[in-house]
């Protein structure tokens, strides 16, 4: 008991010393749009980019605050140093420990996302708006500094959203959570967002916020309206947005871990994607992926040079076998399997060595690049049809061509449209495949037959006549 005290002493003492020195640097600003960033992830690279995007579009709707991200002390220096370069006051703060990790439901990706309670530490400030870093803005939101002591949106019928929240800094408030997170306080899924509406338990029957027309501040707890929180999934239903409740101003994405917007290929799998990129090339721009880009881009020029230009090696090498007459179902067998891994190889292995947040232009084009080179290579090898082939490669242009289709009414259109050119694409990649296995037979049939390759082709008999 007594070590776990000086734990939450040493947390409160950093997080005083955090806040003085915001304010210490501070422009006189009450108010600040703040974010997290902690390490420890697979995707942590992916966040720190979807941090400065939203940080840099905050810019670009010149808001009247400040731009605070709380990172954590492992965050690489070059990350923070390229947030101060953006204008964002970054504060460092120490890992709070999760006493919920011992869940049954509990995610490993959740691990430290309680340092978001670090927000109520920022007494420098008025109130903040805390953030999550998949919000994509579409306008000004300051408005919300008006609102009271803690204001969220209820996406959830009855369980409101933490991905963006206003508060009102407290010490007072900061230890009592602390201490809530000592003794265990119930948390239904193990993070901030289980903790927060476990904390506030009676935000539901609280009213809806409207700001006052004066400018003047409320005091107390609110409900804000959805449009501060639209969640996307709302949008691909209608594939418009239909929230009549406040302004339409932040978009987020609750959705599924690898379909986060600025993934390459969440586009256009999911639209809005497409929107989160536009914010990003007109802020952050694409210049740290597009070396990786060109590289690629000239090694696929490359392997397809070399595969037609080796192809009679290739096809030797693949069919210059002097195998036993009994070992010839076997040989044929692996050729077989070896081919179609092959295929698997040459459409999987560039969906992987593509940056993840490329714009999904650039990533579909070298995705699809990609997966013709590697095509190539495997057509020389085992001397197919190159049609054959690539009918899966023309089967994903297809999909992609029907998913970004711009005039569908609704979603429910675009999703049995997209159903029907599936229904109706999956027996050409099934034709394809037995027709790459019909191929594969008849060539080894063939080369059973034949003289093997880099034999002679003559008898002793024709070769006195030279």
Same mark, same amino acid.
Request: charged content about 25%; aromatic content about 4%.
């Given at each position: 008991m007594g070590r776990r005290l000086e734990l939450v002493v040493v947390v409160v003492v950093a997080a005083a010393a955090a806040a003085a020195a915001?304010?210490?640097?501070?422009?006189?600003?009450s108010h600040a749009y703040a974010a997290m960033m902690y390490m420890g992830t697979p995707r942590d690279y992916e966040f720190y980019v979807a941090t400065r995007v939203m940080m840099r579009s905050l810019v670009r709707l010149r808001v009247d605050a400040d731009l605070v991200v709380m990172a954590s002390s492992d965050v690489p220096i070059p990350w923070t140093r390229s947030l101060k370069e953006d204008g964002v006051k970054v504060v460092t703060v120490k890992n709070l420990k999760n006493p919920y990790e011992k869940q049954d439901n509990f995610n490993i990706r959740f691990k430290l996302t309680l340092n978001k309670l670090y927000a109520w530490s920022l007494v420098a400030y008025d109130r903040v708006v805390m953030l999550d870093s998949d919000n994509l803005f579409l306008q000004r939101t300051d408005e919300l500094f008006q609102c009271g002591q803690f204001c969220a949106v209820f996406i959830n019928p009855c369980i409101f959203h933490t991905g963006l929240f206003v508060l009102q800094p407290s010490m007072e408030v900061f230890r009592s959570m602390l201490h809530e997170l000592e003794i265990g306080r119930e948390n239904p899924d193990g993070a901030d967002q289980g903790f927060l509406t476990s904390f506030f338990p009676d935000l539901l029957d609280r009213p809806m916020f409207h700001p006052p027309s004066n400018g003047s501040k409320l005091g107390g707890m609110y409900r804000l309206p959805l449009g501060y929180q639209m969640d996307a999934s709302y949008y691909y239903l209608k594939l418009r947005w239909t929230i009549p409740c406040g302004p339409n101003s932040v978009i987020t994405f609750p959705s599924a871990p690898w379909l986060k917007p600025w993934y390459w290929w969440s586009w256009p799998v999911l639209p809005l994607g497409f929107s989160w990129h536009e914010q990003r090339r007109k802020t952050l721009g694409y210049s740290s992926e597009l070396p990786v880009i060109l590289i690629q881009s000239v090694l696929y020029l490359g392997v397809m040079a070399v595969a037609r230009m080796a192809c009679p090696s290739l096809s030797k090498l693949c069919y210059n076998r002097r195998?036993?007459?009994r070992s010839f179902t076997f040989s044929h067998t692996m050729i077989k399997v070896a081919a179609l891994w092959c295929i698997l190889a040459a459409y999987t292995i560039p969906f992987f060595l593509i940056p993840r947040t490329v714009h999904p232009l650039l990533g579909w084009s070298l995705y !699809?690049?990609?997966?013709?080179?590697?095509?190539?290579?495997?057509i020389n090898l085992f001397v197919l049809p190159p049609l054959t082939v690539l009918t899966p490669w023309v089967g994903i242009f297809g999909a992609l061509f029907v998913m970004a289709f711009p005039w569908y009414s609704d979603g429910i259109v675009r999703a049995l449209s997209l159903f029907a050119y599936a229904f109706c694409c999956a027996p050409l990649v099934l034709g394809s495949l037995m027709r790459v296995l019909g191929s594969l037979q008849l !060539?080894?049939?063939r080369e059973a037959f034949s003289p093997k390759l880099g034999e002679p082709t003559w008898s002793p008999r024709s070769s006195k006549l030279y």
């Open positions: 915001v304010a210490a640097e501070g422009k006189g600003r195998a036993e007459k !699809l690049f990609g997966s013709s080179a590697l095509a190539s290579i495997v !060539l080894l049939e």
